[in-house]
Every structure is written in structure tokens, then in C-alpha cells.
């Protein structure tokens, strides 16, 4: 019974081992990328804030109410955006340590979805800052009441900022949402269709949640939903039917 026990803990204790080890990968692939940013945590920042400081009146600047504001706040984003370029890296050890445990056809279709993902998550990023940040910033800014100086913290405009990139970034994984649904059997691709408009309507309560109370931001985020969530079912849809040609062919 012993040795019986003891040949059941060992693999058990080499998963545990090798979770430990692509644990420590991922941790040290952050921290190497973020040392490799600190030297330009400041430039970093300042491509960051470039958005809302562009859109602020003649003389404009964005201020700290913190006195280590300035020196912190750069290294918070510097980690932050080694945490998003790691990403890839993080899920690469993810879908190693599962993969063996992954039938073949399983494995086919996970690693493209890891993939695609990563591009979505980065392509929602660059959405939120390159077209919605310019949009939301002139609005808010062009808002403001006479003699009402807009003076954004540092602080809070990071804080603000990264919100925003989460909820894009999380949003535009649309595609990749129906797809594993649709493969997983959850719901069909045709029951899908059929819920396009709860779809439309949940996407608009999503906007309203995840993005400040203003409707450009809300309506940016709720298009694109609704547009990527075609995309994933036009995908899930082509894979149902090499699926359904497949079995014919059998």
C-alpha cells in the first residue's frame, strides 16, 4: 500500500515541480522586462500621457498631489507594461504545462486561440489609445466651464487610463469567447444568431459599466463588441462545417 501511494504522489509532486518552475519563468521574464524598461520609465510615461496632454489648453500640465508622484508613478506604469508584454511568454507556459494533458485535436485549436488572443487583447489596447483616448480627452476637456483650469494628476490619470485599456482589451476577446463556446458546445452557432440582439444590448450595458459615464466612450466600446462578436461567430460557423464535413467523410 505504501509503495502504491508513493508511485500515485509522484507525479502529483513532478506537476507540482513544473508549475512551480513555469511559475518562476513568467515571474522572471516580468521582472527582466521591467528592468529593462526602468531606464525609460519617464519617456514611457510621457507616450502614455500623451493623449490627454495633447488635448490640454495652451499651457496645460498635468500635476502629482503626491510628493514621490513623479518618481513612482513612472515605475508603476514601466511594471505595468512589462506585465502586458510578458503576456505572450505568460501564456507559452500556460499552454505547456496543460498541453500534454490535451487531446490532438485539442491542442490543434488551443494554441491558435492562445494566439489570437494576445493579438486581441494588444489590439484593443492600441484601439483605446489610439482612437478613443483622443475622442473622450477633447470631449471631457472641451467641457470644462469657464475659467476651470484642467489640471489631471498623474495618479489618477494612470489609474484612469488603465481601466480603460482592461476594458478594451478584455473586450475585443469577443471573437475568441464565441468560438470556445460555440467548439465546447455551450450553444450553437445558430442559437447565437438568434440572441443577436440581447448580444447588441448586453454589449451597450457592458460600455456603460466598464468606461467612464460619458456616450462616446461607451458607444467606442459597444460597437466593436458587437462587430468582433460577427467576427467569432463567422469563425465558429466555418468550423462547424470542416467539423460536419469530417464526419461525412468518415
Same mark, same amino acid.
Request: proline share 7%; glycine share 6%; charged share 15%.
Given at each position: 500500500?505504501?509503495?502504491?501511494?508513493?508511485?500515485?504522489?509522484?507525479?502529483?509532486?513532478?506537476?507540482?515541480?513544473?508549475?512551480?518552475?513555469? $511559475? $518562476?519563468?513568467?515571474?522572471?521574464?516580468?521582472?527582466? !522586462?521591467? !528592468?529593462?524598461?526602468?531606464?525609460?520609465?519617464?519617456?514611457?510615461?510621457?507616450?502614455?500621457?500623451?493623449?490627454? @496632454? %495633447?488635448?490640454?489648453?495652451?499651457?496645460?500640465?498635468?500635476?502629482?498631489?503626491?510628493?514621490?508622484?513623479?518618481?513612482?508613478?513612472?515605475?508603476?506604469?514601466?511594471?505595468?507594461?512589462?506585465?502586458?508584454?510578458?503576456?505572450? !511568454?505568460?501564456?507559452?507556459?500556460?499552454?505547456?504545462f496543460v498541453a500534454p494533458g490535451l487531446y490532438q485535436n485539442e491542442k490543434s485549436i488551443v494554441l491558435p486561440l492562445v494566439v489570437s488572443s494576445t493579438l486581441l487583447f494588444y489590439f484593443g489596447i492600441m484601439f483605446a489609445?489610439?482612437?478613443?483616448?483622443?475622442?473622450?480627452?477633447?470631449?471631457? @476637456?472641451?467641457?470644462?466651464?469657464?475659467?476651470?483650469?484642467?489640471?489631471?494628476?498623474?495618479?489618477?490619470?494612470?489609474?484612469?487610463?488603465?481601466?480603460?485599456?482592461?476594458?478594451?482589451?478584455?473586450?475585443?476577446?469577443?471573437? *475568441?469567447?464565441? *468560438?470556445?463556446?460555440?467548439?465546447?458546445?455551450?450553444?450553437?452557432?445558430?442559437?447565437?444568431?438568434?440572441?443577436?440582439?440581447?448580444?447588441?444590448?448586453?454589449?451597450? *450595458? *457592458?460600455?456603460? $459599466?466598464?468606461?467612464?459615464?460619458? @456616450?462616446? %466612450?461607451?458607444?467606442?466600446?459597444?460597437?466593436?463588441?458587437?462587430?468582433?462578436?460577427?467576427?467569432?461567430?463567422f469563425f465558429a460557423r466555418r468550423l462547424e462545417q470542416k467539423d460536419l464535413q469530417r464526419e461525412l467523410e468518415e
Amino acid at each position: 500500500m505504501t509503495d502504491a501511494a508513493e508511485q500515485k504522489s509522484e507525479p502529483f509532486v513532478s506537476h507540482l515541480v513544473e508549475l512551480r518552475n513555469r $511559475l $518562476l519563468w513568467a515571474v522572471g521574464a516580468v521582472l527582466l !522586462l521591467f !528592468l529593462c524598461l526602468v531606464p525609460f520609465a519617464n519617456e514611457l510615461y510621457e507616450w502614455f500621457a500623451k493623449p490627454l @496632454i %495633447s488635448n490640454l489648453p495652451q499651457g496645460g500640465t498635468m500635476i502629482s498631489t503626491e510628493p514621490h508622484g513623479p518618481f513612482f508613478i513612472p515605475f508603476k506604469f514601466a511594471f505595468a507594461t512589462a506585465f502586458a508584454l510578458a503576456i505572450p !511568454l505568460v501564456l507559452y507556459q500556460v499552454w505547456a504545462f496543460v498541453a500534454p494533458g490535451l487531446y490532438q485535436n485539442e491542442k490543434s485549436i488551443v494554441l491558435p486561440l492562445v494566439v489570437s488572443s494576445t493579438l486581441l487583447f494588444y489590439f484593443g489596447i492600441m484601439f483605446a489609445y489610439y482612437v478613443v483616448f483622443p475622442i473622450i480627452f477633447k470631449f471631457f @476637456i472641451g467641457m470644462a466651464p469657464d475659467g476651470v483650469a484642467v489640471m489631471t494628476d498623474i495618479s489618477a490619470y494612470m489609474s484612469f487610463a488603465l481601466k480603460l485599456f482592461f476594458a478594451f482589451g478584455i473586450a475585443f476577446e469577443v471573437p *475568441v469567447a464565441t *468560438v470556445l463556446l460555440a467548439r465546447m458546445g455551450v450553444v450553437s452557432t445558430t442559437n447565437m444568431a438568434k440572441q443577436r440582439p440581447y448580444i447588441i444590448l448586453g454589449a451597450f *450595458v *457592458v460600455g456603460m $459599466l466598464m468606461t467612464p459615464p460619458d @456616450i462616446f %466612450s461607451q458607444i467606442m466600446l459597444a460597437v466593436p463588441v458587437c462587430l468582433l462578436f460577427e467576427v467569432g461567430l463567422f469563425f465558429a460557423r466555418r468550423l462547424e462545417q470542416k467539423d460536419l464535413q469530417r464526419e461525412l467523410e468518415e
